[in-house]
């Protein structure tokens, strides 16, 4: 067997755990963090106040306008230099979320306006408040429409864990790294990391398909 | 008035002033379609509202059910406030407004992600903290008076035009309100499925609901209504009993818009 087969092989579990145990935890805790946070800047740029909904415009706009590179080094590197000084792995985890706040905050709100107002005046009529309305109708409508853009933001996530790597975080992309400075192998290396990432994407992908599935059985095919 | 019937309302249709409008008056932007709209509803009483499109009509009943707020006028409904529209009206009162009345929509507007069972008692269960056991077992007596037994599971769009409308009729009758409000229940569905949905209107008014109508259906205003009310222009411009409005109108604009609706083509 050559040797770079071998390496292959040796690297890939050390690899897979690299995901397992830092992309998919980093990738779920500042996506979930992240969707709590893009609800409410959803309704906060809904919502008629100008104050509220302008200080959501301009987080939405900040987030998309800046790379997110820029983003974990202003974190990780910058809070620092005015006293405040965060661990790797909440950096991470603050930076990510921010940014799924900021993305996922448009499909969010899409969504919300893509429910057909006579939903809203249907919820009002049995007696429900605006927040009731928006808890009980409006919100299962808009997870359906939104599932599809949201999985995309999560899988756009998964890939985008790989910079944690430049600010010390082990996860997959940082695994591969260290034994590819080992190894002198970086073509070997890089690839399998892509390999592994696909994998898990596909994974993500079927996941996907079948919360789609189980959302769609209320409506006509 | 024997209650067993599900479809029986609430209060006995004993004649009584239940709703009076005073001067409504509502404008959207520069366009004022309601320039001051009376009329009073007796319980047990159907008035049906006719009248061409952009008439104030439908804001009539968005009035009185809350979804809008007029800019002018009075409206209150028997043992509640007298609401004053010139002045803001705080949200409380408006709440309390609202849940006199239930309306029943031109689209049905039934929630998709809901079953049948669902649609109707969600109301009743998250509004209004009926217990959800009888919440169930009122809304499977409703379903079953209007033939909707075996579509109790189903998913809205499972169910035909009318099987939809008629559940929206019966999701409105589970809030047991005062007042039935049918904002054009015919017009979207197919022409043979008109009739069934009418036939359910006209069951309820025979059992003594009290309900204001528009529609367009002027053979069920013949038969149906107790009033009819012709508008146009944001004002009501003939009002009296169907008999008298449809065939013998007072006013020229009353006997044009009949023309134009009874005979289309001449």
Same mark, same amino acid.
């Given at each position: 067997m050559s040797s770079g087969w071998q390496l292959f092989l040796d690297s890939f579990w050390p690899i897979v755990w690299g995901g397992v145990s830092g992309t998919i935890p980093l990738a779920l805790a500042s996506f979930a963090i992240g969707l709590v946070l893009a609800l409410g800047v959803a309704l906060a740029r809904l919502s008629k106040n100008r104050v509220l909904s302008g200080a959501a415009r301009f987080y939405v706009s900040v987030i998309r306008g800046t790379p997110l590179l820029v983003q974990l080094f202003v974190i990780f590197y910058g809070l620092p230099t005015i006293g405040l000084v965060i661990d790797p792995w909440p950096s991470a985890i603050i930076a990510f979320s921010l940014n799924v706040g900021g993305y996922a905050a448009e499909v969010i709100r899409a969504a919300i306006l893509s429910v057909p107002k006579g939903q809203w005046e249907a919820g009002y009529t049995i007696g429900m408040s605006s927040s009731t309305t928006l808890r009980r109708i409006i919100l299962p409508q808009a997870a359906r429409v939104s599932v599809p853009p949201l999985s995309n933001t999560f899988i756009s996530l998964v890939k985008d864990t790989s910079l944690a790597s430049l600010i010390l975080v082990t996860e997959l992309f940082r695994v591969s790294q260290q034994i590819a400075a080992f190894s002198r192998e970086f073509m070997l290396l890089y690839l399998e990391a892509a390999l592994v990432y696909w994998l898990f994407c596909l994974v993500l992908s079927s996941g996907q398909n079948a919360l789609e599935r189980r959302l769609d059985r209320y409506v006509a095919h | 008035m024997s209650h067993t019937d599900p479809l029986a309302p609430q209060a006995a249709p004993d004649d009584s002033v239940l709703l009076t409008a005073r001067g409504i008056r509502k404008s959207f932007g520069d366009n004022e379609v309601l320039k001051g709209f009376d009329f009073e509803v007796r319980r047990g009483e159907v008035v049906v509202l006719i009248g061409p499109s952009g008439s104030g009509k439908t804001t009539v009943l968005r009035s009185l059910n809350g979804l809008e707020t007029p800019d002018g006028g009075i409206l209150s409904f028997a043992g509640g406030p007298e609401l004053d529209f010139s002045k803001p009206v705080t949200k409380t009162a408006r709440f309390a407004m609202r849940n006199r009345s239930a309306m029943v929509f031109q689209q049905h %507007?039934?929630? /998709?992600?809901?079953t049948v069972i669902e649609n109707v008692i969600e109301g009743p269960v998250r509004v209004q903290r009926v217990p959800k056991a009888r919440a169930i077992a009122a809304a499977e007596a409703l379903l079953d008076r209007v033939g909707l037994s075996e579509k109790r599971d189903a998913y809205p769009f499972e169910l035909s035009g009318g099987q939809q409308q008629r559940v929206g009729i019966v999701r409105a009758l589970a809030l047991k309100p005062d007042l039935l409000l049918f904002d054009e229940p015919t017009s979207a569905l197919d022409p043979e499925l008109v009739g069934e949905v009418l036939q359910v209107i006209k069951e309820l008014a025979d059992e003594g609901w009290t309900m204001v109508v528009v529609t367009h259906e002027l053979s069920f205003a013949r038969q149906a209504a107790d009033e009819v009310l012709f508008m146009d222009g944001g004002v009501v411009v003939e009002r009296g009993a169907p008999g008298t409005i449809f &065939? %013998? /109108? &007072?006013?020229e604009r009353t006997r044009r818009f009949l023309d134009r609706i009874l005979r289309p083509l001449d």
């Open positions: - | %507007n039934l929630f /998709p992600h809901m &065939t %013998n /109108p &007072t006013e």
